[in-house]
């Protein structure tokens, strides 16, 4: 989100297009080449904190056994491929905003807003259904969340934690492939509509 506000919003407040944008190149390959860069910065420190996390846990493991040890093979690779997936849906929303965004706050709150949003609706959902004596009218405000699930990609699909945490695939979703596949054409369709806005994008 950060990275988003300086590499598009703050670079349009600065006029700095004037300059990047002077270059033989197009408009589309001046967003693309940000984003990689975005989510190259992105992936990376996944990497960072991921490699942490398991050195963390060696240590710890070393001298606690748990019941259930922490899986740091496949599981914990799985985990690893299904954060990336949001985090390439995350820097394509961000994008977008920074780009359509008239001041730099504006992606920061947006794309925590819809970070939210997506992570949460589904969890919502099923609360209301598991528990219709929750609230009043519970089945109107669950239809309501629902049309969410149309305009939204489900973060909480990809939260896979529990496979590495339990040392068992049983907690992958059955329609995981769906899942990848939404998400994936949800990010690849915010880029399209982010290179669609900056063709035709005037700036003064």
Same mark, same amino acid.
């Given at each position: 989100?950060?990275?988003?506000?300086?590499?598009?919003?703050?670079?349009?407040?600065?006029?700095?297009?004037?300059?990047?944008?002077?270059?033989?190149?197009?408009?589309?390959?001046?967003?693309?080449?940000?984003?990689?860069?975005?989510? &190259?910065?992105?992936?990376?420190? =996944?990497?960072?904190?991921?490699?942490?996390? =398991?050195?963390?846990?060696?240590?710890?493991?070393?001298?606690?056994?748990? /019941?259930?040890?922490?899986?740091?093979?496949?599981?914990?690779?799985?985990?690893?491929?299904?954060?990336?997936?949001?985090?390439?849906?995350?820097? &394509?929303? /961000?994008?977008?905003?920074?780009?359509?965004?008239?001041?730099?706050?504006?992606?920061?709150?947006?794309?925590?807003?819809?970070?939210?949003?997506?992570?949460?609706? &589904?969890?919502?959902?099923?609360?209301?259904?598991?528990?219709?004596?929750?609230?009043?009218?519970?089945?109107?405000?669950?239809?309501?969340?629902?049309?969410?699930?149309?305009?939204?990609?489900?973060?909480?699909?990809?939260?896979?934690? /529990?496979?590495? =945490?339990?040392?068992?695939?049983?907690?992958?979703?059955?329609?995981?492939?769906?899942?990848? /596949?939404?998400? =994936?054409?949800?990010?690849?369709?915010?880029?399209?509509?982010?290179?669609?806005?900056?063709?035709?994008?005037?700036?003064?």
């Amino acid at each position: 989100m950060l990275l988003a506000q300086e590499l598009f919003t703050k670079e349009f407040d600065r006029k700095l297009y004037l300059t990047s944008l002077s270059y033989p190149k197009t408009r589309q390959s001046f967003l693309l080449g940000r984003l990689v860069a975005i989510y &190259a910065l992105q992936i990376a420190l =996944l990497f960072l904190l991921s490699l942490t996390l =398991l050195l963390c846990l060696k240590s710890i493991s070393a001298g606690y056994e748990q /019941a259930t040890p922490v899986s740091l093979g496949k599981p914990y690779l799985i985990t690893f491929s299904f954060i990336a997936i949001e985090l390439f849906v995350i820097a &394509a929303i /961000a994008s977008l905003l920074a780009i359509r965004a008239s001041t730099p706050s504006f992606v920061l709150i947006g794309t925590v807003g819809f970070t939210l949003a997506a992570r949460s609706f &589904a969890p919502m959902i099923a609360l209301l259904e598991n528990n219709t004596s929750l609230m009043k009218n519970s089945s109107e405000y669950k239809s309501s969340i629902g049309i969410l699930g149309y305009l939204l990609p489900d973060f909480n699909a990809l939260d896979t934690r /529990a496979i590495a =945490l339990y040392d068992s695939l049983t907690f992958l979703p059955h329609n995981w492939t769906l899942n990848i /596949a939404t998400n =994936l054409l949800y990010g690849i369709g915010l880029i399209t509509l982010s290179i669609w806005s900056l063709n035709r994008k005037k700036f003064i």
